[in-house]
């Protein structure tokens, strides 16, 4: 499967690992931004297999970890209210809140459903023209596209029983509040491929410049992360601190600049 067993190759991950021991000659601390890359990252082991000073410290890329608590009390509160259909992603229903979680609402008798996708909750809208339905749309840049979307939808569609409780974050200011607090070690980044898809790159200059951190983007692939890792260790190694794109496959674009009309099999306009 394209992109799938190609970047899951054992023999070139092998050479990407003997690269990274081979340049590898101090202890460094590099923070892998999404929840996507630290799955990967543990369930092929590349954690176990990379030098023993080589520590990976897993970031705040998880929509779920970086929601306030304030959002989930309000969606709890929501939740809670005759006449509403309450629609969220699974892994929100256990997060807890002041007192409480989606999972306990639910219980209460409250109509909590999970949803695959805000079309998902849309379309539940449209079936029950008499209740209010609610999407909480919550994640980082990626989201934040699918949700706006349907809204577009849903006022094309004359939909006026729908709406979305909103908790959209960006990761530049995440690196930024990791960075300035007092207790980091961290000494360089992964970025994410897809974020970078969806919003370009251009902020992260600044960023690695500011802060004297290497920001290198990478995939979520098993030799995505390898040469990232690789990438990123030769920039410490060598006193840089630039931002790399280890993810030319995906349109890392600068802000600005169209996407190009063959990515996803989307037209550019």
């Given at each position: 499967?394209?992109?799938?067993?190609?970047?899951?190759?054992?023999?070139?991950?092998?050479?990407?690992?003997?690269?990274?021991?081979?340049?590898?000659?101090?202890p460094w601390s590099?923070?892998?931004?999404?929840?996507?890359?630290?799955?990967?990252?543990?369930r092929h082991g590349?954690?176990?297999?990379?030098?023993?000073?080589?520590?990976?410290?897993?970031?705040?890329?998880?929509?779920?970890?970086?929601?306030?608590?304030?959002?989930?009390?309000?969606?709890?509160?929501?939740?809670?209210?005759?006449?509403?259909?309450?629609?969220?992603?699974?892994?929100?229903l256990r997060v807890?809140?002041?007192?409480?979680?989606?999972?306990?609402?639910?219980?209460?008798?409250?109509?909590?459903?999970?949803?695959?996708?805000?079309?998902?909750?849309?379309?539940?809208?449209?079936?029950?023209?008499?209740?209010?339905?609610?999407?909480?749309?919550?994640?980082?840049?990626?989201?934040?596209?699918?949700?706006?979307?349907?809204?577009?939808?849903?006022?094309?569609?004359?939909?006026?029983?729908?709406?979305?409780?909103?908790?959209?974050?960006?990761?530049?200011?995440?690196?930024?509040?990791?960075?300035?607090?007092?207790?980091?070690?961290?000494?360089?980044?992964?970025?994410?491929?897809?974020?970078?898809?969806?919003?370009?790159?251009?902020?992260?200059?600044?960023?690695?410049?500011?802060?004297?951190?290497?920001?290198?983007?990478?995939?979520?692939?098993?030799?995505?992360?390898?040469?990232?890792?690789?990438?990123?260790?030769?920039?410490?190694?060598?006193?840089?601190?630039?931002?790399?794109?280890?993810?030319?496959?995906?349109?890392?674009?600068?802000?600005?600049?169209?996407?190009?009309?063959?990515?996803?099999?989307?037209?550019?306009?």
């Amino acid at each position: 499967m394209k992109y799938l067993e190609e970047f899951s190759d054992p023999e070139l991950a092998g050479r990407l690992l003997e690269q990274i021991h081979a340049v590898t000659t101090r202890p460094w601390s590099i923070m892998e931004v999404c929840g996507g890359q630290t799955h990967s990252l543990i369930r092929h082991g590349i954690d176990q297999l990379l030098p023993a000073g080589v520590e990976m410290i897993h970031g705040p890329g998880c929509p779920v970890c970086v929601t306030p608590l304030e959002i989930i009390d309000r969606a709890l509160e929501i939740a809670s209210r005759p006449g509403v259909i309450f629609c969220s992603f699974g892994d929100m229903l256990r997060v807890p809140g002041s007192g409480r979680d989606l999972f306990r609402v639910k219980s209460t008798g409250a109509d909590v459903r999970v949803v695959y996708s805000p079309l998902d909750a849309l379309a539940i809208a449209r079936q029950n023209p008499d209740r209010q339905v609610v999407f909480f749309g919550i994640g980082f840049e990626t989201t934040a596209p699918a949700n706006a979307m349907t809204v577009y939808q849903a006022r094309r569609c004359g939909v006026r029983n729908f709406s979305l409780l909103v908790s959209h974050v960006l990761v530049p200011p995440a690196i930024a509040a990791i960075m300035e607090s007092p207790s980091c070690r961290v000494q360089a980044f992964l970025a994410a491929g897809h974020v970078c898809s969806a919003m370009g790159t251009g902020q992260y200059p600044d960023l690695a410049r500011r802060y004297r951190v290497p920001i290198v983007v990478t995939g979520f692939e098993p030799l995505d992360l390898l040469e990232g890792i690789r990438r990123t260790v030769m920039q410490l190694e060598s006193g840089r601190h630039e931002l790399d794109n280890a993810y030319p496959r995906g349109p890392c674009r600068r802000p600005g600049t169209r996407r190009p009309s063959r990515c996803c099999g989307m037209s550019s306009r």
